[in-house]
């Protein structure tokens, strides 16, 4: 086909292309408010506290998708999902983002019709013992029974792990974190393998937090970070962004205390970011300080992670690969330029 049919066909095509770009950030200003899909309770990354309000690292990732949008970190319905459930929830439209410790992996990538927009968290599995097992490396534990999440990778990676070093060990898997801890505590396994992050969470929901230790394996790599739906140019930069935003902040030294001060400042890198040269906020639909919003209402990479899971928490999990690459870690955003 060609002349005025392939011209109807294809200014057709762009009309039915365009409002789906946008769709996403339509729907949810719309709607006032941002949902996203959390785990259902792990400490220092997404859970409620005993009033009912939710806390944690991956929280506040969406508590600044919240505040970039609405300047009101406070608009945001937090929808609870387990392992197996989070992916299709995503798929289907029940969220507008997934910021719930998950890996990103090519699998996920490329199969799903999701993307990963970042990570927020750079992590490794490992295994957590009872120190009365009276072992000090995971090549010790043949024929162990180990606790596992399914739906997770740790499945994967342990099977991987033990065929890699010649041992053996029987799963017991669970649908919930929750689980495979109350597994471990009730002696029906010899072991609990997850992310390394989770262990530190799941430890101190034992009754006994110091009767359990982490073995000094380091069995994977586990990028953990948000992600939307394939299809959404525009979603996908402002919940990109939002990580961004937080990590450039830290690294300029814009904190929730003087981001107002920072106003005053000369540097062109932190004028740019607070939306007071240019508008770098046109192009993914938000006003020009939508940087400026994250930061006043939820703060710097650094604030939420020590507030969550370091030094400033219950977890005191140190910075790590998780530090600013200027730090020797692995964080490191692109400029606001």
């Not at 086909?1 to 200014?11: R, S, V, Y």
């Not at 505590?185 to 992050?197: I, P, Q, W």
Request: aromatic share 8%; glycine share 10%.
């Amino acid at each position: 086909m060609t002349g005025k049919g392939t011209a109807a066909i294809l200014i057709a095509g762009t009309l039915l292309a365009a409002p789906l770009q946008a769709a996403t950030l339509d729907e949810v200003k719309q709607r006032g408010e941002l949902k996203c899909g959390v785990n259902s309770g792990l400490p220092g990354f997404s859970n409620p506290d005993d009033k009912g309000v939710w806390k944690g690292l991956d929280v506040d990732l969406c508590r600044g998708i919240a505040a970039a949008i609405f300047n009101d970190a406070g608009k945001v319905q937090y929808i609870p999902l387990n392992a197996k459930e989070r992916l299709t929830a995503l798929q289907s439209g029940e969220i507008d983002v997934l910021s719930r410790n998950t890996t990103w992996t090519s699998s996920r990538d490329t199969e799903l019709g999701i993307n990963f927009t970042g990570v927020n968290y750079y992590d490794g599995q490992g295994f957590l013992i009872n120190k009365n097992l009276g072992v000090s490396s995971a090549k010790e534990l043949d024929g162990a029974a180990i606790c596992i999440q399914s739906g997770t990778t740790t499945e994967l990676n342990v099977a991987d792990y033990f065929r890699r070093n010649g041992i053996g060990y029987s799963a017991v898997v669970f649908d919930t974190s929750e689980q495979t801890v109350q597994g471990l505590e009730a002696g029906r396994c010899d072991v609990l393998t997850s992310d390394l992050s989770q262990l530190y969470a799941l430890r101190i929901k034992l009754s006994k937090p110091d009767d359990a230790v982490a073995l000094p394996e380091v069995i994977s790599k586990e990028p953990l970070g948000p992600s939307v739906r394939q299809g959404d140019d525009q979603w996908f930069n402002v919940v990109k962004w939002t990580h961004f935003a937080m990590v450039n902040a830290e690294e300029l030294g814009i904190t929730k205390a003087n981001v107002d001060e920072m106003k005053t400042s000369e540097n062109p890198d932190v004028r740019r970011l607070l939306g007071l040269e240019a508008d770098f906020g046109k192009g993914m639909g938000l006003d020009k300080d939508w940087a400026y919003r994250i930061i006043k209402l939820v703060g710097n990479y650094g604030e939420i992670f020590e507030a969550n899971v370091g030094q400033g928490s219950p977890l005191k999990i140190e910075r790590g690969l998780n530090a600013l690459w200027t730090e020797g870690g692995l964080q490191y955003a692109p400029p606001v330029r």
